[in-house]
């Protein structure tokens, strides 16, 4: 009678059992499935692949100005996040400063940026996910002078420069295990850029990368759930019409940097960061004429 209980109870557990080994091996997983987890699995990953802040001493090695220090700080406000809906919005701010290596030690024009960002989650599996995001981007150096000194050269003391962009994206990223502790994070963006239906400095006219495709990758290693370091790489090229550049004129056109990240044990979150590119066109602000190739050196954060 009790082996004959017992076979009972196991004929029980057997589906039980081998419906949770089989949502284990797969990718996605029973909770995933549900509608309502959609956008709370997915609220880190769009958290982890916005941009990292940094602060490097000495600044990028390589500009045609010297500089005491450089300094990113970037972050993102969900305003929009609900539990049973594909969408999100956030408000991200982004501040840049480079310090210049003179006497007053100068920032000059500082670069803020001020934009929202809408997410749209295409699936639900968050270890091989797929979104799209719409952002508007409005970027500035508070100045109001002048953009053009009478000799037709930039003012990069106290020339205006203003611009306000759209950039529709879509993202998709895989999770692969190296065993029951680690497991790496491969991230990819391409993006289209377009400046034209908004107002904008018009010292820029033929003269600024006003379309621009993108494209990002980053490659992630955790331990524990831990990230130890990240390898982020990105172009972005114009293919607008300028008065000066063909289509094919890369030396203007393409902006493009690698970096890597490694974030010791007794770090949280920061990571030291090495990083070399290209720039075609400055990105900061006024100083959009400058083409250099450079390396920076410091510290990150994905906060």
Same mark, same amino acid.
């Given at each position: 009678?009790?082996?004959?209980?017992?076979?009972?109870?196991l004929?029980?557990?057997?589906?039980?059992?081998?419906?949770?080994?089989?949502?284990?091996?797969?990718?996605?997983?029973?909770?995933?499935?549900?509608?309502?987890?959609?956008?709370?699995?997915?609220?880190?990953?769009?958290?982890?692949?916005?941009?990292?802040?940094?602060?490097?001493?000495?600044?990028?090695? +390589?500009?045609?100005?010297?500089?005491?220090? &450089?300094? /990113?700080?970037?972050?993102? *406000?969900?305003?929009?996040?609900? =539990? $049973?809906?594909r969408?999100?919005?956030?408000?991200?701010?982004?501040?840049?400063?480079k310090?210049?290596?003179?006497?007053?030690a100068?920032?000059?024009?500082?670069?803020l940026?001020?934009? +929202?960002?809408?997410?749209?989650?295409?699936? &639900?599996? /968050?270890?091989?996910?797929? *979104?799209?995001?719409?952002r508007? =981007? $409005?970027?500035?150096?508070?100045?109001?002078?002048e953009?053009?000194?009478?000799?037709?050269?930039?003012?990069?003391?106290t020339?205006?420069?203003?611009?306000?962009?759209l950039?529709a994206?879509f993202?998709?990223g895989?999770?692969?295990?190296?065993?029951?502790?680690?497991?790496?994070?491969?991230?990819?963006?391409?993006?289209?850029?377009?400046h034209?239906?908004?107002?904008?400095?018009?010292?820029?006219?033929?003269?600024?990368?006003?379309?621009?495709?993108n494209y990002?990758v980053?490659?992630?290693?955790f331990?524990?759930k831990?990230?130890?370091?990240?390898?982020?790489?990105?172009?972005?090229?114009?293919?607008?019409?300028?008065?000066e550049?063909?289509?094919?004129?890369?030396?203007?056109?393409?902006?493009?940097?690698?970096?890597?990240?490694?974030?010791?044990p007794?770090?949280?979150?920061?990571?030291l960061m090495?990083?070399?590119?290209?720039?075609?066109?400055?990105?900061?602000?006024?100083?959009?004429?400058?083409?250099?190739?450079?390396?920076?050196?410091?510290?990150?954060?994905a906060?």
């Open positions: 009678m009790r082996i004959n209980c017992l076979h009972m109870v004929l029980l557990l057997l589906p039980q059992i081998l419906y949770a080994q089989k949502s284990s091996i797969g990718s996605i997983k029973a909770v995933d499935l549900k509608q309502g987890d959609s956008i709370i699995s997915f609220l880190p990953i769009y958290k982890a692949n916005r941009d990292m802040s940094y602060t490097s001493p000495k600044g990028e090695l +390589g500009a045609p100005i010297k500089f005491v220090l &450089i300094g /990113k700080l970037t972050t993102s *406000y969900f305003l929009l996040a609900p =539990t $049973h809906s969408f999100a919005f956030a408000l991200i701010p982004e501040f840049i400063v310090v210049i290596d003179e006497r007053s100068g920032v000059r024009t500082p670069s940026k001020l934009g +929202g960002i809408f997410y749209y989650q295409i699936n &639900i599996d /968050k270890e091989d996910y797929k *979104y799209a995001s719409f508007f =981007t $409005h970027h500035s150096n508070g100045q109001d002078g953009a053009l000194n009478p000799d037709g050269s930039i003012n990069t003391r020339g205006n420069f203003s611009t306000n962009y950039t994206s993202h998709f895989t999770r692969r295990a190296l065993n029951v502790r680690s497991f790496y994070q491969f991230n990819n963006e391409a993006g289209f850029e377009w034209r239906w908004f107002d904008y400095e018009k010292a820029l006219e033929y003269d600024y990368g006003f379309t621009r495709l990002t980053s490659i992630r290693k331990v524990y831990r990230e130890t370091w990240r390898l982020n790489a990105g172009l972005s090229y114009a293919i607008n019409m300028m008065a550049y063909k289509i094919a004129s890369v030396k203007k056109r393409l902006n493009t940097e690698s970096s890597f990240h490694y974030s010791f007794f770090m949280h979150k920061s990571f090495a990083a070399a590119g290209y720039y075609g066109e400055d990105p900061y602000n006024i100083y959009y004429r400058n083409k250099y190739a450079y390396l920076r050196f410091g510290v990150s954060s906060l």
